[in-house]
């Protein structure tokens, strides 16, 4: 036995290794650390991504400005977007050891992609052209986060996840994986393959920066002519490689061998190319230790609560708070295997779980964020072995360094973590397997909830869209069985008709020539087929009615079996004489 192999064992029969559930969940700890590095480096963009969409706000400076009767002051804008920065570490930092320590999941916590969009260029608008300021919309995140932390602590919000029918529930673990893989496969958080289009939406692209649109920067002139892209699709292609082989590191060092050479300055795939952008980003990466208060965001909140917008805003971040938190935690844990075969909507710590969402959410809008939420990208440290909290606290450690490491993080390029993105994406999509395609009452929701989640840009829509459909088609299918069933028992006693009365739910047409009757009617149809075959052969052989005995039996069974389930081809008929 190697010295790592005899740490792990003393670990897993340590009090914090028992604690943690470490040999129960099959895992070790070094398989914890490193899926724990493999989760947060494909989060990593969040520290750059995040404080650029919460900047385009302006937050405090707009308010000053519009005081002081002057125009916004870039200085104040550049200090608020790096206060930004060390807000969205510490308020991940702070999510995560309670996620890891409470709830003891494998799950990181950062500011919700889509919400913080939603935050800022619909409610408070690019550089406070919304409905509400940013100080009130931070009111609303914090109302929001106390009603969550009610549902969760009640029971209500577990009663809620109950309602979500079970073919959205398994689509939802496919369309989380395909949302995150178009994330990495586009420009601005993965490869670039895929760029947006005036007139498809969406086209094949991975061209050069210097050869995208002056007048849409997120189209492009060319395509696959970007070194970043080439660069990107070497390193899916070692995940890829790596996993085929069954190594658990494969997301982990495929992400570290396109950061290493993106590194190297100043050549056509770098980081840091020679250009204005790429010398400030080298000069920034140089200092290597940085730290920056967050004076400007904390504590920016305003309680005006006579706004009207700002409600619709809060409802607006609650739903989808609450079902892209329910939806995401659900198929994390599927994915993991907590949840068991059951398939219920419960599993071990989701009480402590959905309570540290709703507390993550509270602590980031005090910070001056959006709804922070459960990480989908955690789903990638759970690939790489994954099971407890301390991937969590491995979490902490690094949003800690992140605080003060800021240059080195923030210059993970999106084209080294994109690729492990997609290989998530894959690996997630395997929950379709689950969905009964010849059903069209799973078929259809799941198919809905799993495409729209990528195709809107929100988990939370598509679970709303899935939900829709299953209930729309589910209502509609009883009504139309109760109907029928209605109708033939009117026309008994109206009509004092002889049809045989149907079980409930069956139909009330004895033959439909030439269509094929809904599954839930076919057994009734074939009874009635059958039956008419038989008379008809009575008569063509009998035509007299001398027979004495008509026997409707199947190839199978010539003994006089039940016909419910037999094919129609299989039915013959018997006549003695």
Request: glycine share 8%.
């Amino acid at each position: 036995m190697s010295s790592l192999q005899k740490m792990n064992t003393r670990f897993n029969d340590s009090v914090v290794g028992r604690y943690f559930k470490v040999a129960e969940r099959g895992s070790t700890l070094t398989t914890e650390i490193r899926a724990g590095f493999t989760t947060f480096l494909t989060m990593a963009y969040i520290l750059a991504v995040n404080p650029s969409i919460i900047g385009d706000t302006g937050g405090p400076c707009v308010t000053m400005a519009a005081e002081a009767g002057t125009d916004i002051d870039p200085e104040c804008l550049a200090d608020f977007k790096k206060d930004l920065v060390v807000a969205t570490a510490v308020a991940s930092l702070i999510a995560c050891l309670l996620m890891g320590m409470v709830a003891r999941l494998p799950f990181m916590l950062m500011p919700g992609m889509g919400m913080n969009a939603y935050f800022a260029y619909q409610v408070v608008g690019y550089m406070g052209s919304g409905s509400i300021p940013y100080e009130t919309a931070l009111t609303a995140v914090f109302v929001e986060g106390l009603i969550f932390l009610f549902l969760a602590v009640t029971g209500l919000r577990q009663y809620i996840a109950e309602l979500i029918p079970r073919p959205v529930r398994i689509a939802t673990s496919a369309g989380i994986g395909m949302f995150l893989a178009f994330i990495g496969f586009q420009t601005s958080n993965g490869i670039g393959l895929v760029t947006a289009d005036p007139a498809t939406l969406v086209t094949l692209g991975g061209c050069a920066p210097e050869n995208r649109s002056s007048e849409f920067p997120v189209t492009c002139e060319t395509k696959l002519d970007s070194p970043y892209l080439w660069i990107g699709l070497m390193g899916l292609f070692i995940m890829g490689l790596l996993s085929v082989r069954k190594w658990d590191l494969s997301l982990f060092l495929g992400i570290v061998f396109v950061t290493c050479i993106s590194w190297i300055p100043y050549t056509s795939f770098s980081q840091f190319p020679d250009t204005v952008l790429g010398n400030d980003r080298l000069d920034y990466f140089k200092q290597v230790i940085d730290f920056h208060s967050i004076s400007m965001t904390a504590g920016a909140l305003d309680f005006e609560f006579d706004n009207a917008q700002m409600w619709l805003a809060l409802l607006t971040f609650l739903y989808v708070d609450l079902l892209d938190t329910t939806g995401t935690l659900y198929s994390l844990c599927k994915f993991a295997g907590f949840i068991d075969e059951s398939d219920s909507v419960d599993f071990e710590g989701s009480y402590a779980a959905f309570s540290v969402d709703a507390v993550a959410t509270i602590i980031g809008s005090t910070l001056g964020l959006s709804p922070v939420t459960t990480a989908s990208e955690s789903g990638s440290g759970i690939v790489a072995g994954g099971r407890t909290g301390i991937v969590a606290l491995v979490g902490v450690v690094m949003f800690s360094l992140s605080c003060f490491f800021a240059p080195i993080i923030v210059n993970i390029p999106v084209w080294a973590t994109g690729p492990a993105l997609i290989m998530v994406g894959v690996l997630m999509s395997r929950a379709l397997a689950d969905v009964d395609w010849e059903d069209p009452l799973e078929a259809i929701p799941a198919f809905v909830t799993a495409t729209l989640m990528p195709f809107t840009y929100s988990i939370a829509y598509g679970l709303i869209g899935g939900i829709l459909v299953y209930v729309v088609l589910y209502t509609t299918n009883v009504a139309w069985d109760w109907s029928m069933w209605a109708f033939y028992w009117l026309v008994n006693k109206v009509f004092k008709a002889e049809w045989e009365m149907p079980e409930k739910g069956q139909t009330p047409i004895p033959r439909m020539a030439k269509n094929r009757l809904p599954h839930s009617f076919e057994s009734w149809n074939k009874q009635e087929t059958a039956k008419q075959r038989a008379a008809l052969s009575m008569k063509e052989l009998d035509p007299e009615g001398s027979a004495d005995v008509v026997t409707v039996t199947s190839k199978k069974d010539k003994e006089g079996e039940k016909v419910d389930d037999l094919a129609v081809d299989e039915i013959e008929t018997v006549i003695t004489i």
